[in-house]
């Protein structure tokens, strides 16, 4: 079951920031917001996760609002190597077994 | 670090053949997981496995699809016969342990095409 809801499709000007938004209203006190993209080809690469907390690591960073129901994924200067599928997703700890990627947001860096 | 390992990358078949499909996830990884992608579907999670034991496998399709781990280091699909509709790209991705499972590494798929 989908709980995640992202736009189809997002562009964003190399060099500028990249915000892709997600929402998540159903998520529960329990379960993590993870974030991962899949360039043509390849196998899908963990980015980020967050609890509740803003989180940035060398890729991107992670803004969740104060009610848990939204986050945005921000990559803060895009290249060209940033376009891929980006998923949003909703998991709680241990439950690998629900793992749903969706369709996510092709996100498409023009030069 | 190597990266999780998968091999054949490219496998091209006969309906009714067997296939096999290997996997080497990170050395000190204790999940692993296999996942099948077509465009119609998407990506599906088929089986995983935590410390060499399967764990769930409820989203393996059928009968014709199994898969083992018989070491830390190792583990395999296969599709007994294989049919056309099982063509697709076919995931192996690891996790570590402490990690909460859902932080997986995965590798560079393999392209099956059953004709």
């Known amino acids: 079951d989908a709980k995640t809801t992202q736009p189809p499709s997002m562009d964003c000007a190399e060099g500028r920031a990249a915000n892709l938004p997600c929402n998540h209203s159903t998520i529960s006190g329990n379960e993590y917001v993870y974030w991962y993209r899949q360039i043509h080809s390849q196998g899908p690469q963990y980015i980020i996760h967050?609890?509740?907390n803003n989180e940035t690591n060398e890729m991107a960073s992670l803004i969740i609002t104060e009610d848990r129901k939204s986050s945005t994924l921000i990559l803060p200067h895009a290249t060209l190597r940033d376009t891929a599928v980006y998923y949003c997703?909703?998991?709680?700890?241990?439950?690998?077994?629900?793992?749903?990627f969706g369709t996510g947001t092709r996100l498409t860096v023009i030069p | 670090d190597a990266g999780v390992i998968q091999s054949p990358r490219h496998e091209v078949t006969e309906m009714g053949q067997e296939v096999t499909l290997r996997c080497k996830p990170i050395?000190?990884?204790?999940?692993l997981f296999w996942y099948r992608q077509t465009m119609m579907r998407g990506l599906e999670l088929l089986i995983y496995f935590n410390n060499n034991v399967p764990i769930d496998d409820s989203g393996m399709p059928e009968d014709r699809f199994s898969a083992k781990m018989p070491n830390a280091s190792f583990s395999t699909l296969k599709i007994q016969p294989s049919e056309p509709r099982d063509s697709a790209v076919y995931f192996c991705?690891?996790?570590?342990?402490?990690?909460?499972?859902?932080?997986?590494?995965f590798g560079p798929g393999t392209r099956l095409t059953v004709t």
């Open positions: 997703i909703v998991e709680g700890v241990g439950g690998a077994n629900n793992l749903f």
């Open positions: 967050g609890l509740k």
């Open positions: 991705a690891s996790s570590p342990p402490g990690q909460g499972a859902s932080e997986q590494y």
């Open positions: 050395s000190g990884h204790d999940y």
